[in-house]
């Protein structure tokens, strides 16, 4: 495209914009302070660098077997950067634990220390990422169907200090980055069949949990998911969401929202206005569940603009963190990283141009013809026009342009390995 077009078709959408009340400079300023955080593990199906990793279990499976699949810690490296190279804006990087700089060396859980994360820390700094970080409870002989809840106290403690020295980690790397690091606890806990000892595992994961978080730490914040189920533990879930909702409430942590958590009649949008009455943050995963919590890229779907409209009308964008976590391995890995991240940042584009006060105004005047129709308006206004300039003065390809990009990576780098 060319950039006076570009330009043109923004001044046009900046007049309609402006004769319903809303400023596209501004917003253009806001998506520049919007940040995602990247999930590390779309590029190699969530293998991470463990010397003596298994097969990826604890409910969750990525499928397909397209080729490219990052191999190493410097492929990953190479193909993060790439994909940044195609998204407008600063985004932050979210590890995994089982992503650490091993360098050849059998690391336990239960070992894992900030020197395998040094790399990283001196990585996001060289190439002005900020990094967030996960324990990793999955793909180890320990994992089982319980963790944090196992009634065997030893595996119990083994995953208690695991997530405390990931704490340790992400303090480390928040305090390195000087931003604070999110660190997002997730565990697969949960029972195939029919069990009765509820009460039991859920007790024990709030007292697991307490004793984590025991020690405050200044530079990390503590984030907490449920769902509702993982392959092959249908039957229960420990962390539910209930559960969660409930810890994160009384605790004061920030509650995670992955969008393929839910009954698939639920709408996670709905949950922004009411759990933050209590809560003080969210995470966002943002995903795309379909038929199960299946991970697929992540689109611009009615339920992903949903959630980011509820974010936006409720003025709780600085409230709320943007992660990204699907894992999709039958599809050029790169360019699912750049079809959701540019998705993602659409979908908040798009709430933050909604004529939101006229709207509003409308609403609470009891004017509710008006009030529907500027919605439905508002779903047509030119809201690509900014989308375009918005790459455009971020140096990166404007519309399907990133296609070809992509395509000559994977001729070069990816399809190589
Ligand atoms: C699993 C959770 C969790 C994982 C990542 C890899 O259902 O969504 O967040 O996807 O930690
Ligand atoms: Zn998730």
Known sequence: MKETAILQAYEIARERYAALGVDTDKVLEQMQDFHLSMHCWQADDVK???????????????????????RNIDELRADILKAKSLIPGTHRLNLHEIYGDFQGKVVDRDEVTVDYFKSWIEWGRENNTLLDFNSTSFSHPKSGNLS???????????WIEHTRRCRDIAD??????????????????GCKDVSVNHMLYRSLLKDSLDKIFAEDKKYMKDCIEGKVFGIGLESFTVGSHDFYTAYAAQRGKI??????????SEVPG???????????????????PIRWDSDHVTIMDDM?????????????????HYGLDYFDGSINRIGAYVIGSRAAQKCMLKALLEPRELISRYEIEGRTFETLALIEEGKALPWNAVYDLFCLRNGVPVGDAFIPEILSYEKEVTSRR
């Open 255 to 264: 509650l995670t929202i992955d969008t393929g958590h839910y009954h698939p």
């Open 270 to 288: 709905d949950k922004v206005s009411a759990v933050l009455q209590f809560v003080p943050e969210l995470m966002l995963h943002v995903s795309r």
């Open 304 to 320: 992903t603009q949903d959630l980011f409209f509820e974010i936006v009308r409720a003025g709780a964008m600085d409230r709320v």
């Open 172 to 189: 480390e790397m928040g305090k390195a980055q000087g931003d604070p690091c999110i660190m997002n606890v997730w565990v697969h806990d």
């Open 148 to 158: 944090l809840s196992n009634p065997d106290k030893g595996i119990r403690d083994f």
């Open 48 to 70: 991470g660098f463990e010397v003596q990793a298994g097969a990826l279990s604890g409910g969750i499976q990525s499928t397909g077997n397209y080729p490219g699949a990052a």
